[in-house]
């Protein structure tokens, strides 16, 4: 009988019990004790969902209280000297202060930095490496889980992260030198830790090892050999995971690793697995991820079920059948639901009916004929009414798109003749400060957005609200003493969901939770068909709050790359051509903003690097077509409208060309965790724009200091003109609180102004 299991499963519960529960410990609202019942009822859950299904092991390890790569650094006592652990064992707040700055014990201190986890939305928080770093066992958190399981009867597969791409993934501090100088003393702490799993009564353990799908350096690879050698713990099992990418030319050393089994990424590596199986030795395991973790569309089991019987006949019993990677990156179930119309719901399958996806498709290989054949009706007929669907395909959309021209894509006259026409209108002071467009979102601003999609509130005083909020939240900039203003987006539930519901071609869920870093969850839209702008979606808020102000108020938009990105995204067209299709709806909407008198227009590209693909050689596609995009939505407007546009944690070095030659006239960037580290980019290459470096970390909930603040910008004008730099915020403020934001933003100003003062 085939082998199943899951790589991961969500954390956070199916209505983010997660989430919830540890805020409420952040804000000291329920106990540590509570937490940890809180925790261990979401595992026992994920724990009988999994056996429910079929899986022959359930995965243990995947639970973090904020981050799975944290949980790593604190295992293996990567704790920074400034979070001041000195303890046998890494305690709870310490990592929440590692990740967020500030946790109900510990003094406040800056947070470790937080970038994508690989191409996904998913955040991670950066190991921070220092020249001749020791480590040692400091967690028993994966231990502690292991007994849980296997308490409740559950035979555990533990997971770690590979120490290879821990290493990666890492960020050197201090004087540079070769990460890999840290492997010996690393690898011990990896052995110590598979020992106390084989003693555990562990079988299997599953170290993945993502970095495979990169581009690694040659020494890199050879290092990958010699490491899992050193691994070996006899009587344990290791089963080295790679996902997100093939293998490519790293294929024959992962193959040829001293491991008991080897996962592939199907969905996103082509025929790599059947390549693998044909060189994988007896008695290696082959694992094949064929359902995929990063989309929520059903799968073609028929196709797959093509693929398996293929590979089973060269492995036998060798394989075992997967997702394509852990399942964190999909909602929880599709049972909750209930408002979706049949036909879309029907198309659909999210974690728990992935697990039964794997199960159909394990049964079909295992009884075969005329059974598997019964058995994969559903899905064949699924498919087959999402194909003829008369919702999906708009001609008028088509026709639109093949009549783009070359003109539209460029502005009317080149960076330096619109900047002085934008400075002659906008009469700013030297460092302008602005924000990045949010503000906090209330639990009064909630339950207006709740009660009026309930039909409990009507129109005309959800309007009214909302423009009462959007009236304190421009008195309170013009106190702080703001430049250009925002509106606020009390309207908005989220900078993708809020424009996807405006639009045709989308669908929306009600309990869709995904994670995003630590309790910051996200409710992806789901693109089912063509993409069309059927009315304007923020200019009435947009000249409502220019109305209230004669200083220059920002028309706020999410740009199509990131709509793309942080969407589910339909699988039966390239998604280039679904980015084309979002960008002419913006584009109207950007033209619509400028008519109405907005003239600053932010047009959010947070993520623009996250698509970027995994393997150099895929790059320049990919950043042929999103260039493109954001400068068909950009590109419509006159010489005086200045287009902003913002990006979240990114290394730039690799991609700058590309983000110059998006032409916006301002970028703001997330610098604040790397001490400005990321503006060398721009420096390299002389970047010709103006640059807004964020000076303060709004995901801490910690209060900058406005020396701390001058720091940064004045090592900001070392590296860029002062007369090209903005000073603002690293990203939105609607999850901090009003008394942050404001002592926040009093400072910031307080910093541009002594920096004013100096050039006077």
């Given at each position: 009988?085939?082998?199943?299991?899951?790589?991961g499963?969500?954390?956070?519960?199916?209505?983010?019990?997660?989430?919830?529960?540890?805020?409420?410990?952040?804000?000291?609202?329920?106990?540590?004790?509570?937490?940890?019942?809180?925790?261990?009822?979401?595992?026992?859950a994920?724990?009988?969902?999994?056996?429910?299904?079929?899986?022959?092991?359930?995965?243990?390890?995947?639970?973090?209280?904020?981050?799975?790569?944290?949980d790593?650094?604190?295992?293996?006592g990567?704790?920074?000297?400034?979070?001041?652990?000195?303890?046998?064992?890494?305690?709870?707040?310490?990592?929440?202060?590692?990740?967020?700055?500030?946790?109900?014990?510990?003094?406040?201190?800056?947070?470790?930095?937080?970038?994508?986890?690989?191409?996904t939305?998913?955040?991670?928080?950066?190991?921070?490496?220092?020249?001749?770093?020791?480590?040692?066992?400091?967690?028993?958190?994966?231990?502690?889980?292991?007994?849980?399981?296997?308490?409740?009867?559950?035979?555990?597969?533990?997971?770690?992260?590979?120490?290879l791409?821990?290493?990666?993934?890492?960020k050197?501090?201090?004087?540079?030198?070769?990460?890999?100088?840290?492997?010996?003393?690393?690898?011990?702490?990896?052995?110590?830790?598979l020992s106390?799993?084989?003693?555990?009564?562990?079988?299997?353990?599953?170290?993945?090892?993502?970095?495979?799908?990169?581009?690694?350096?040659?020494?890199?690879?050879?290092?990958?050999?010699?490491?899992y050698?050193?691994l070996?713990?006899?009587?344990?099992?290791?089963?080295?995971?790679?996902?997100?990418?093939?293998?490519?030319?790293?294929?024959?050393?992962?193959?040829?690793?001293?491991?008991?089994?080897?996962?592939?990424?199907?969905?996103?590596?082509?025929?790599?697995?059947?390549?693998?199986?044909?060189?994988?030795?007896?008695?290696?395991?082959?694992?094949?991820?064929?359902?995929?973790?990063?989309?929520?569309?059903?799968t073609?089991?028929?196709?797959?079920?093509?693929?398996?019987?293929?590979?089973?006949?060269?492995?036998?019993?060798?394989?075992?059948?997967?997702?394509?990677?852990?399942?964190?990156?999909?909602?929880?179930?599709?049972?909750?639901?209930?408002?979706?119309?049949?036909?879309?719901?029907?198309?659909?399958?999210?974690?728990?009916?992935?697990?039964?996806?794997?199960?159909?498709?394990?049964?079909?290989?295992?009884?075969?004929?005329?059974?598997?054949?019964?058995?994969?009706?559903?899905?064949?007929?699924?498919?087959?009414?999402?194909?003829?669907?008369?919702?999906?395909?708009?001609?008028?959309?088509?026709?639109?798109?093949?009549?783009?021209?070359?003109?539209?894509?460029?502005?009317?006259?080149?960076?330096?003749?619109?900047?002085?026409?934008?400075?002659?209108?906008?009469?700013?002071?030297?460092?302008?400060?602005?924000?990045?467009?949010?503000?906090?979102?209330?639990?009064?601003?909630?339950a207006?957005r709740?009660?009026?999609?309930?039909?409990?509130?009507?129109?005309?005083?959800?309007?009214?609200?909302?423009?009462?909020?959007?009236?304190?939240?421009?008195?309170?900039?013009?106190?702080?003493?703001?430049?250009?203003?925002?509106?606020?987006?009390?309207?908005?539930?989220?900078?993708?969901?809020y424009?996807?519901?405006?639009?045709?071609?989308?669908?929306?869920?009600?309990?869709?939770?995904?994670?995003?870093?630590?309790?910051?969850?996200?409710?992806?839209?789901?693109?089912?068909?063509?993409?069309?702008?059927?009315?304007?979606?923020?200019?009435?808020?947009?000249?409502?709050?220019?109305?209230?102000?004669?200083?220059?108020?920002?028309?706020?938009l999410?740009?199509?790359?990131?709509?793309?990105?942080?969407?589910f995204?339909?699988?039966?067209?390239?998604?280039?051509?679904?980015?084309?299709?979002?960008?002419?709806?913006?584009?109207?909407?950007?033209?619509?903003?400028?008519?109405?008198?907005?003239?600053?227009?932010?047009?959010?590209?947070?993520?623009?690097?996250?698509?970027?693909?995994?393997?150099?050689?895929?790059?320049?596609?990919?950043?042929?077509?999103?260039?493109?995009?954001?400068?068909?939505?950009?590109?419509?407007?006159?010489?005086?409208?200045?287009?902003?546009?913002?990006?979240?944690?990114?290394?730039?070095?690799?991609?700058?060309?590309?983000?110059?030659?998006?032409?916006?006239?301002?970028?703001?960037?997330?610098?604040?965790?790397?001490?400005?580290?990321?503006?060398?980019?721009?420096?390299?290459?002389a970047?010709?724009?103006?640059?807004?470096?964020?000076?303060?970390?709004?995901?801490?909930?910690?209060?900058?200091?406005?020396?701390?603040?001058?720091?940064?910008?004045?090592?900001?004008?070392?590296r860029?003109?002062?007369?090209?730099?903005?000073?603002?915020?690293?990203?939105?403020?609607?999850?901090?609180?009003?008394?942050?934001?404001?002592?926040?933003?009093v400072?910031?100003?307080?910093?541009?102004?002594?920096?004013?003062?100096?050039?006077?």
């Amino acid at each position: 009988m085939t082998v199943s299991h899951v790589l991961g499963f969500p954390r956070i519960g199916p209505r983010r019990e997660l989430k919830k529960a540890v805020e409420s410990y952040w804000q000291g609202e329920i106990d540590a004790a509570t937490l940890a019942a809180t925790g261990r009822d979401l595992r026992a859950a994920a724990w009988t969902r999994q056996a429910a299904s079929g899986l022959d092991m359930v995965t243990v390890g995947d639970f973090s209280w904020y981050d799975h790569v944290l949980d790593q650094s604190a295992m293996l006592g990567a704790v920074p000297p400034r979070f001041g652990w000195s303890g046998e064992r890494v305690d709870l707040d310490t990592m929440f202060r590692m990740a967020r700055g500030r946790a109900p014990t510990g003094v406040p201190v800056p947070a470790c930095e937080m970038t994508k986890w690989f191409d996904t939305n998913y955040h991670y928080i950066v190991p921070e490496l220092h020249a001749g770093q020791t480590f040692r066992l400091a967690s028993e958190k994966l231990f502690d889980e292991v007994a849980e399981a296997t308490e409740l009867g559950h035979k555990a597969k533990p997971v770690l992260l590979g120490p290879l791409t821990w290493l990666w993934l890492g960020k050197v501090k201090g004087e540079p030198f070769d990460r890999l100088d840290l492997l010996p003393s690393l690898l011990p702490v990896y052995r110590d830790i598979l020992s106390e799993l084989k003693r555990l009564g562990v079988e299997w353990v599953q170290i993945d090892e993502p970095a495979l799908a990169l581009d690694l350096p040659q020494t890199w690879k050879d290092i990958y050999a010699p490491t899992y050698a050193a691994l070996r713990v006899e009587g344990l099992k290791v089963l080295l995971a790679t996902y997100f990418g093939p293998l490519d030319d790293a294929l024959k050393i992962a193959a040829d690793l001293p491991v008991d089994g080897l996962h592939i990424d199907a969905v996103r590596s082509g025929i790599e697995a059947e390549a693998v199986a044909a060189r994988l030795d007896s008695p290696k395991i082959l694992s094949v991820g064929l359902i995929d973790g990063r989309n929520i569309w059903r799968t073609d089991l028929d196709a797959a079920l093509e693929r398996v019987r293929l590979i089973r006949g060269v492995l036998g019993d060798r394989l075992w059948l997967a997702p394509s990677c852990s399942l964190l990156h999909v909602p929880v179930d599709l049972a909750e639901e209930t408002a979706l119309e049949p036909d879309l719901r029907s198309w659909l399958a999210f974690a728990v009916q992935k697990l039964g996806e794997l199960q159909t498709l394990k049964q079909a290989l295992d009884q075969g004929g005329a059974a598997a054949t019964e058995l994969l009706r559903p899905s064949r007929e699924a498919l087959s009414a999402r194909r003829a669907s008369p919702r999906i395909h708009r001609p008028e959309v088509t026709a639109r798109l093949n009549a783009v021209t070359d003109a539209m894509l460029h502005r009317q006259s080149s960076y330096p003749i619109r900047a002085a026409k934008q400075k002659a209108w906008l009469k700013l002071p030297p460092f302008p400060t602005t924000t990045i467009g949010s503000f906090p979102q209330t639990a009064a601003i909630r339950a207006t957005r709740r009660d009026f999609k309930a039909g409990t509130l009507s129109e005309a005083e959800y309007v009214q609200r909302m423009q009462d909020e959007i009236a304190l939240v421009v008195r309170k900039q013009e106190d702080i003493g703001l430049d250009v203003l925002v509106h606020g987006e009390p309207e908005r539930n989220d900078m993708v969901e809020y424009f996807g519901e405006q639009l045709d071609g989308f669908a929306f869920t009600q309990n869709g939770w995904v994670q995003s870093y630590g309790s910051r969850c996200v409710k992806p839209p789901i693109i089912y068909g063509d993409v069309t702008r059927p009315a304007p979606m923020t200019v009435a808020w947009a000249v409502h709050a220019q109305s209230l102000t004669t200083k220059p108020m920002k028309g706020m938009l999410t740009g199509p790359i990131t709509v793309l990105n942080w969407s589910f995204v339909r699988d039966d067209q390239p998604r280039s051509a679904t980015c084309q299709q979002l960008a002419l709806a913006l584009r109207d909407e950007v033209l619509d903003l400028e008519k109405a008198g907005i003239r600053i227009i932010q047009i959010d590209e947070a993520a623009f690097r996250e698509g970027l693909p995994l393997r150099r050689r895929d790059w320049q596609t990919y950043l042929d077509w999103t260039v493109r995009a954001f400068r068909l939505t950009a590109s419509g407007v006159a010489d005086e409208t200045q287009i902003h546009t913002h990006m979240c944690y990114s290394e730039f070095n690799d991609i700058i060309a590309s983000v110059a030659a998006m032409d916006a006239d301002v970028v703001t960037i997330e610098t604040s965790r790397s001490d400005m580290e990321l503006l060398d980019a721009f420096v390299d290459f002389a970047y010709p724009n103006e640059i807004g470096p964020g000076v303060y970390d709004i995901h801490s909930p910690n209060i900058p200091e406005v020396d701390h603040m001058v720091a940064l910008i004045e090592l900001a004008a070392k590296r860029v003109p002062a007369e090209r730099l903005w000073v603002n915020p690293d990203c939105g403020l609607k999850t901090r609180g009003w008394g942050e934001v404001i002592s926040s933003l009093v400072n910031m100003v307080e910093a541009a102004h002594r920096l004013r003062a100096d050039l006077a």
